[in-house]
């Protein structure tokens, strides 16, 4: 069945410091979303990305999605302590399935003062 | 409007008993998913209903069942539970065809001693 990694599992940083976390499926998928659960908290949806290559920016957030469709990344610019939470990646494939969506791993993010 | 709202919020069980939980989408959503997150890990998809049928399952066991009522609303059955069943159980919804992302509960948390 279709998988989804995350990478890296954790990451801790220092207010200010740059954020990157990757998501590869291992079957290429119509779309991917992108959600945030803060600690103790549930999954927020993000945004979505549909288009080979699409680039989305959301303030210091920027989502890129392959052009082969198949990996995925978030970056955060200058990180806050309100970035604080995991991130998780979900891939839609293209045939089968219908609506499900398949969650990555997730990466999450501590951030320091 | 409210959002998708889920009870109990907590539920303790012993095991081999059942156990019931219920999730109401937001208003105007026919779409309801079931996932399973068990603690610091990912979510896993158990179940998506649609229309008031049952559209797709996860790779869970039969003794994970659940149904949709007419008015969308869900409900997740969990029987011989087994320890580790005990996980956080997120509804989410969706309108089919609408907005992409899916609105989540804030979930229940099985705990099962």
């Known amino acids: 069945g279709q998988q989804v990694m995350q990478i890296p599992q954790y990451q801790h940083v220092q207010e200010g410091e740059d954020f990157t976390t990757y998501c590869n499926s291992s079957?290429?998928?119509?779309?991917i979303q992108w959600y945030k659960q803060r600690p103790g908290g549930h999954p927020v949806f993000l945004i979505q990305?549909?288009?080979?290559?699409e680039v989305k920016k959301q303030k210091r957030l920027t989502f890129q999605f392959g052009e082969a469709k198949k990996n995925s990344s978030l970056h955060i610019t200058a990180t806050q302590t309100t970035d604080v939470g995991t991130y998780f990646c979900?891939?839609?494939?293209?045939?089968?399935?219908?609506?499900?969506?398949?969650f990555g791993t997730g990466t999450q993010l501590k951030v320091e003062l | 409007e409210a959002g998708v709202t889920q009870s109990p919020t907590h539920l303790i069980k012993t095991r081999g008993q059942q156990a019931t939980l219920r999730c109401s989408p937001i208003?105007?959503?026919?779409?309801v998913y079931w996932y399973q997150q068990a603690l610091g890990l990912g979510l896993q998809f158990l179940l998506w209903?649609?229309?008031?049928?049952?559209?797709n399952r996860g790779n869970f066991p039969p003794r994970f069942s659940g149904r949709q009522f007419p008015n969308y609303s869900s409900e997740l059955n969990v029987n011989a539970l087994e320890l580790e069943d005990s996980a956080l159980y997120l509804c989410?919804?969706?309108?089919?065809?609408?907005?992409?992302?899916?609105?989540f509960g804030s979930g229940t948390r099985l705990t099962v001693v």
């Open positions: 989410a919804s969706r309108f089919d065809p609408g907005p992409a992302g899916y609105t």
């Open positions: 079957t290429t998928l119509s779309n």
């Open positions: 990305l549909v288009k080979s290559g």
């Open positions: 979900a891939g839609r494939g293209l045939t089968g399935g219908g609506n499900k969506l398949t």
């Open positions: 208003s105007g959503h026919t779409s």
């Open positions: 209903y649609d229309e008031g049928e049952e559209r």
